[in-house]
């Protein structure tokens, strides 16, 4: 009886976490699709979204608390509950840097600049995909597929290198525009938060299935 309440739990737990997940992984796409678009209308909802996100990472902890102090799980179960305490902290900070990135763009899309934005997209697309991926393996783990995803961080950060060196070059050019030019790089940094957390996502997923502890993306 004791097992299948916590199995029951458990499942609760999982289904919770991937609506948090979805949440977040639509906050993240508007918030693109609002630089994409220049729609600050969809900026503004992602930074409403915010508080909905708070509220399941409240949620999904304590239920993970009472499940340790009412059923105190084992092996595969415990390394569930434990590290779904940790998971939803990475994707709240994911939901937060989206915020963060929509605000910049609400600022951003005030003003009219020639700076091309191909390169945040593509950046923004690896991560985007990148946070895709890792909801999925959330729910279908592939211990192949985590590794793969896992490696994309790599290129990621290469990319947000490459586009902060250019666009330091730009404020030379233009000092004009150099407000606009720091936000641009802000956004690209998130992006790259954005990415290491997901990556903390996918060895935390790593764990649950292997019990082995595994930096993945080094």
């Known amino acids: 009886?004791?097992?299948?309440?916590?199995?029951?739990?458990?499942?609760?737990?999982?289904?919770?976490?991937?609506?948090?997940?979805?949440?977040?992984?639509?906050?993240?796409?508007?918030?693109?699709?609002?630089?994409?678009?220049?729609?600050?209308?969809?900026?503004?909802?992602?930074?409403?979204?915010?508080?909905?996100?708070?509220?399941?990472?409240?949620?999904?902890?304590?239920?993970?608390?009472?499940?340790?102090?009412l059923h105190q799980p084992v092996a595969k179960e415990l390394r569930i509950v434990a590290s779904t305490m940790k998971i939803i902290k990475d994707l709240e900070r994911i939901g937060d840097y989206s915020v963060d990135i929509a605000k910049f763009a609400s600022s951003l899309l005030k003003y009219s600049f020639d700076i091309p934005l191909s390169d945040i997209i593509s950046l923004a697309t690896l991560v985007e995909r990148m946070v895709k991926d890792v909801i999925r393996a959330?729910?279908?783990?592939?211990?192949?597929?985590?590794?793969?995803?896992?490696?994309?961080?790599?290129?990621v950060f290469l990319k947000y290198q490459e586009i902060s060196?250019?666009?330091?070059?730009?404020?030379?050019?233009?000092?004009?525009?150099?407000?606009?030019?720091?936000?641009?790089?802000?956004?690209?940094?998130?992006?790259?938060?954005?990415a290491d957390h997901t990556t903390n996502i996918i060895e935390l997923i790593y764990y649950i299935e292997t019990g082995e502890r595994k930096e993945l993306h080094k």
């Open 1 to 69: 009886m004791e097992r299948a309440i916590i199995i029951k739990e458990i499942e609760s737990l999982k289904e919770k976490l991937l609506r948090m997940g979805s949440i977040v992984e639509k906050m993240l796409h508007k918030t693109l699709d609002s630089i994409k678009t220049r729609d600050l209308d969809l900026a503004q909802e992602v930074i409403e979204t915010d508080k909905l996100v708070d509220e399941y990472n409240w949620d999904i902890e304590n239920q993970c608390l009472k499940i340790l102090s």
């Open 138 to 155: 959330y729910s279908e783990p592939n211990l192949e597929q985590l590794e793969n995803i896992s490696s994309y961080y790599n290129f």
């Open 165 to 194: 060196n250019e666009l330091l070059e730009e404020i030379y050019k233009n000092p004009i525009l150099t407000q606009q030019i720091i936000q641009l790089i802000m956004i690209s940094r998130y992006l790259e938060r954005i």
